[in-house]
């Protein structure tokens, strides 16, 4: 483990540990709440679209302190939640979403995606969240497609209108034009959020390398978010359960037991300690006023 980054603020830096893609498999779901309640995960965020929905959206009654994020979907395997004749922009002739990122940046920037679309099925997709009793305190998209300017104002627009007070800001560490120009963006996202008196943590690791934190790829992002001695972050992971069969029509290539096997790992805990920050969720982030609610020191046990 590289060394502890000292600081004389130890204790006071917020670093949220989020978990992805719940709902997606049952395992899937029951591995977050794993590394929820035996390891360091604070957050998760809900994929409204996916087929475990219904059956693993109940289970987060059981662990009131986790902190609960909509991970809004414009791509992906799953059916959107509107019509084709909704948000005809948004689905190819099957009435499917895109597949990915890359085949939908290409008609973003081309101006073949309705902004007005995307609001729509992302107000549909929060709307079933908290039609199932869940109370959400960030907003962040699925294959962070919020990175770009038109899917970050219809996310940031949600975000005011119902009163959700953060929302995950993408970063790159990549030392590349690419890199390069993501981090403009994220300084562009900062800007926008600021303005709506919307809060975001102020670093970010996971989303260069997702699907990809082993133990040892963990312990390096920790170092990296401790040495930009910002006052909050977020550690963006996506454990999973071994065997499980629901999970092969997802062909992303992460390493689904590897990250839970790091998260739930004591070593890593201890590292967190080193490193001097405190565990919490997006609802422990400054307001707009420059308050935090008391931290949460996580993670902690149910009831």
Known sequence: MPPPVPTAETGARLLIVSADDYGLTEKVSRAILKAHRGGIVTSTSVLALAPAFDRSVRWLSEVPRLGVG?????????????????????????????AGWRQFVPLLTGGRIDPADLRREFAAQLERIAAAGVVVDHLDTHQDLHRWPSVRDAVLELAVRHDIGAVRVCRSGAHSPTGM??????????????????????????????????LPATIRALHRLAVT?????????????????????????????????ALTSGTLRHAVKEYGFRLGTFADLPTASGRAEAPILGPRPEG
């Open 70 to 98: 909509a991970h809004l979907a414009a791509v992906g395997e799953d059916p959107p939640l509107l019509s084709a004749a909704e948000i005809p922009t948004l689905v190819d002739r099957r009435g499917r979403l895109r």
């Open 181 to 214: 120009a993501q981090r403009r963006l994220a300084h562009a996202a900062e800007r926008r959020c600021r303005a709506r008196a919307i809060a975001f943590p102020e670093a970010a690791a996971g989303n260069d390398q997702p699907g990809q934190l082993d």
């Open 229 to 261: 001695r910002a006052r909050s972050a977020e550690l963006i992971t996506h454990p999973g359960g071994p065997d499980d069969p629901d999970r092969e029509r997802y062909a992303w290539g992460y390493r689904w037991d590897d990250e839970l096997a």
